[in-house]
């Protein structure tokens, strides 16, 4: 029952234009080697083992209108990325543990005039070696390279198959990487003890990551057919904050690098994990029809949809503790009712909230994909 193919659904959605059904696009990066059982540790150490098994995961389920990201995001680097310690499958953990962040205060307050006079990615180089990660620290910058250069290739493997890659890593939200690194603990300190210091190192790091990201879309746009289609920007600890202190630290950034990516030519995708419900407004200040939202079931979005409705395309929100817990009837009765609900008017793409959790029943999971192929509201004008 198919009328338009994956690219023109994903980009009607995202504009509000009508749809003939919800795009769908799950994140799987983590499910995948459980699917297909392969040790997680096995994909950490082999990127081109993590990228297959996430093909193989969409083939064997059918397929949907996109692989939300090109192949996996765990390395020996770990969430040194951020400068934040963490725990890997097959180093830290058993073989087919899932990998987990580790709070620790990793970045000093002395830090702060560091990043300011030598900018952010000299500070990840430099802060590296306290992070504990399996990667030799004078392998990561190197590591680095090879890790954009295996974007570019995941991307080109799908690409060969006909198959769109949704996201590539955008711009971190300044707020977000001095919480990793610092820890949200000493970070909210920073907010009441030395704000203005705070305030200069959050500008230090838009302006040097924003353009970055933008040169990395740019670049792999030549190298592929299509490049990816939305930049992913990741929060989720700044909805505690004040009012005041929201904005300042927070929400002009997000206003800030949404701008800049709309400007290249890039949509930016707010990919907002805990509780937004009492700044869901904010989100009006930003241009309509040009920005996603994705949930990830601790939001209400049927509460999203009320407030952003005809404003914004929303994105989400099948919890992972339904696809862990439920019964395939429940996620399909969920998913009916997202389509229903939030995809109401268009504006809606269909998909996990968060990551498709590493132990999700593969029934349920089947489920999700299948009844979002399927189910088309015909009382309801997409």
């Not at 769109?164 to 003890?193: C, H, I, M, N, W």
């Not at 700044?279 to 949809?305: H, M, N, S």
Request: glycine residues 8%.
């Amino acid at each position: 029952m198919d009328e338009m193919n994956p690219r023109e659904r994903i980009d009607a959605a995202i504009t509000l234009q009508p749809v003939d059904r919800a795009p769908i696009i799950p994140l799987m990066d983590i499910v995948s080697p459980r699917l297909q059982g392969v040790k997680l540790a096995h994909v950490v150490k082999d990127l081109d083992l993590a990228r297959d098994v996430m093909i193989k995961t969409f083939e064997d389920l059918g397929g949907w209108d996109a692989t939300f990201f090109p192949g996996g995001l765990v390395t020996d680097v770990g969430w040194g990325i951020f400068a934040m310690a963490s725990k890997l499958p097959g180093y830290e953990l058993d073989e087919d543990d899932l990998w987990q962040l580790d709070e620790k205060e990793i970045m000093k307050v002395e830090d702060h005039d560091f990043i300011q006079k030598n900018g952010w990615n000299a500070y990840l180089a430099y802060a590296y070696p306290r992070v504990g990660a399996p990667c030799p620290p004078d392998r990561f910058i190197p590591r680095l390279i090879e890790m954009a250069a295996q974007g570019v290739k995941d991307t080109q493997v799908w690409e060969a198959k006909g198959i769109s890659v949704f996201a590539g890593l955008g711009p971190q939200p300044p707020f977000e990487a001095v919480s990793f690194t610092r820890s949200l603990k000493e970070t909210v300190g920073d907010v009441y003890r030395r704000p203005e210091v705070l305030e200069a190192t959050l500008d230090t790091i838009l302006a040097e990551t924003v353009p970055m990201s933008i040169g990395t879309f740019q670049d792999l746009k030549k190298a592929t057919q299509w490049g990816n289609r939305v930049a992913f920007l990741g929060a989720t600890r700044a909805p505690f904050l004040s009012p005041p202190n929201f904005e300042r630290f927070f929400w002009k950034y997000i206003k800030s690098a949404v701008n800049q990516l709309l400007e290249a030519g890039i949509t930016p995708m707010l990919h907002f994990d805990s509780n937004w419900d009492r700044y869901l407004e904010c989100f009006l200040e930003l241009p309509r029809a040009q920005v996603i939202l994705e949930l990830d079931g601790t939001t209400d979005i049927f509460k999203a949809k009320q407030v952003l409705k005809g404003h914004m395309c929303l994105m989400g929100d099948v919890p992972a503790s339904l696809l862990k817990l439920g019964a395939p009837e429940e996620v399909t009765a969920y998913v009916k009712k997202l389509i229903d609900v939030v995809g109401e008017g268009s504006g809606f793409i269909l998909s996990t909230g968060c990551d498709c959790p590493v132990d999700a029943k593969p029934e349920n999971v089947k489920a999700m994909i299948d009844t979002g192929k399927g189910y088309y509201p015909h009382h309801k004008v997409f």
